[in-house]
């Protein structure tokens, strides 16, 4: 039987079966081609959607925006600067608004209950584009980078180093659970993903035939490695107070030389960017002069490095939203 996700809000990969999973991989995979091949795909034409942005955002609010247009949408984006979304507006009454003009709402921002709101309010699909506890569109682009890497999925080892309890560590989890992937999150016992999800996981993996391991580590983690993934020690939303302690807890799960050296010679590096792996940002900047840090989650020889691929990854972030809105509005 032929997989129909239409009118489905993408909340978390949770939600979703393998088959769900890889037919948008495929479907990610076909709009490449096609984009590649400067072949039109104005295929929804008649259709609105609307991004709302509660936190800041390059590849996500882009990939978006250009997979809309790409697709033939109208397309608004709202910030809580710009719309009455939060002081003046409840979310509820705003989801009403939003699902009696677009077809479709990408909704940015802190708690996973707000963006499940939406969807039961506006009764349009919502898509998930990062809240403090998942990133699931994010997942789509990772997995299709090392699907183009490997060719296939199934036992492949991907280690996430550094704080294995935020939203991008979190749905690495759940997709790897999902596809049968050797999932393992290391990092210090203090930020260990949630005994909760871990379990949830544990039983999707028994279907699966995935394995998830954690472990604080790094040798561990990285032995027999395919793909090395980490993102940045201190995420949006969180205390800037906190880099002192997060420099002390995560100094050790750093991918540098001798960490990539520890894993196969044939593995990949990821990260969902952006990264501080040089003092080009103000915060990269700020860090060394109080810290003496030139990089923080990876170093700057990894990230410029024959088996970097977070650039390929983030152009896939494009494909691969194109074909989630595409799937759940046709
Ligand atoms: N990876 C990612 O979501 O990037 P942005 O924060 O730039 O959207
Ligand atoms: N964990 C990071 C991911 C950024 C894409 C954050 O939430 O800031």
Known sequence: MGINIRGRSFLTLLDFTPEE??????????????????????????????LLFEKTSTRTRCAFEVGARDLGMGCTFLDPASSQMGKKESLEDTAKVLGRMYDGIEYRGFKQSVVEDLAKYSGVPV???????????????????????????????????????????????????????????????????????????????????????????????????????????VSMGEPAELWEQRIKLLRPYQVNKELMAMAKPTAIFLHCLPSFHDRNTTIGEEIFQKYGLESMEVTDDVFLGKQARQFPEAENRMHTIKAVMYATLK
């Open 127 to 233: 898509w998930n584009g990062l809240t403090d506890a998942f990133h699931p569109t994010q997942m789509l682009a990772d997995i299709l980078t090392v699907k183009e890497e490997f060719g296939d999925l199934r036992g492949r080892k991907l280690t996430f180093f550094g704080d294995a309890r935020n939203n991008v560590a979190n749905s690495l989890m759940v997709v790897c659970a999902k596809l049968g992937m050797h999932f393992c999150a290391c990092g210090p016992k203090d930020l260990k993903p949630a005994d909760d999800l871990v379990a949830k996981c544990q039983e999707i993996a028994k279907e699966t035939g995935a394995v998830i391991e954690l472990t604080d580590d790094v040798k561990q983690g990285a032995k027999d490695c395919d793909v090395l993934y980490t993102d940045i020690w």
């Open 21 to 50: 999973i890889n037919y948008l991989l495929d479907l990610s995979a076909e709009f490449k081609r096609l984009k590649m091949a400067g072949v039109e795909h104005k295929w929804l034409s008649d259709k609105q959607v609307v």
